[in-house]
């Protein structure tokens, strides 16, 4: 059977689309609970069932979750305000920010022959996530090209009105005499807000 909604194939005997979960047979729920359903969707324009079994937020149309498949008898019960949805959406968008953000990154290496243009990309991207990456370079080179490339993010994210924050620390405990065997880690953070200047 080919899903009407999505165009994809199922078994014959399916009663939702195994890829996009289209009902395809009735019968889920009363006819009763139906037509009530399809009252609060005309009443409520906005609003989101929330799962009392996962607490995911489905469409007010949804005959069950779209994450667990908890059948909604009541939806009436379950319906939370389109400001209450668009609250606990900015929620869950932030902890999965939080979670991104806890992950350690590996290293980002400032060596001869690497495009300093995708290095400069990789790291926007991660500060974006919300992480904190870090850049490592080696020796005097290195170093002042890892400088040169931090200068010029750091130019672009002041015009968006953000700053960056580079905490440098010297890698390895030895002392060292020549200045092309210094390594040295930054690791970089965005700090948010209005930039003078």
């Known amino acids: 059977m080919r899903c009407p909604e999505c165009q994809a194939e199922n078994a014959d005997d399916a009663e939702f689309c195994s890829l996009c979960y289209a009902r395809f047979k009735t019968g889920l729920r009363s006819r009763e609970t ?7 969707l005309e009443e409520n324009e906005g609003s989101r069932l929330r799962c009392p079994s996962c607490g995911d937020l489905s469409p007010l149309d949804a005959q069950f979750c779209l994450r667990c498949g908890f059948v909604f008898e009541d939806p009436a019960s379950i319906m939370v305000s389109g400001d209450e949805a668009r609250e606990l959406e900015r ?3 932030d902890s999965k920010r939080e979670e991104i953000a806890e992950r350690p990154l590996p290293p980002l ?16 991207a991660a500060l974006e996530r919300g ?6 370079a ?21 015009i968006r009105g953000k700053e960056m924050l580079v905490s440098p620390a010297l890698l390895g405990e030895k002392a ?9 880690e930054m690791t970089l953070e965005i700090k948010e807000g209005a930039v003078e200047g």
């Open 138 to 158: 080696r020796g005097r080179e290195g170093i002042t090209h890892a400088m040169k490339l931090l200068a010029l993010l750091a130019g672009e994210l002041r």
């Open 176 to 184: 060292t005499v020549d200045l092309d065997e210094v390594e040295l």
């Open 91 to 93: 929620r869950r968008e």
């Open 34 to 40: 139906e037509e009530r359903a399809r009252r609060l």
């Open 109 to 124: 290496v400032m060596a001869p022959g690497v495009d300093g243009g995708m290095l400069m990309r990789d790291i926007e």
């Open 131 to 136: 992480q904190r990456p870090r850049l490592q």
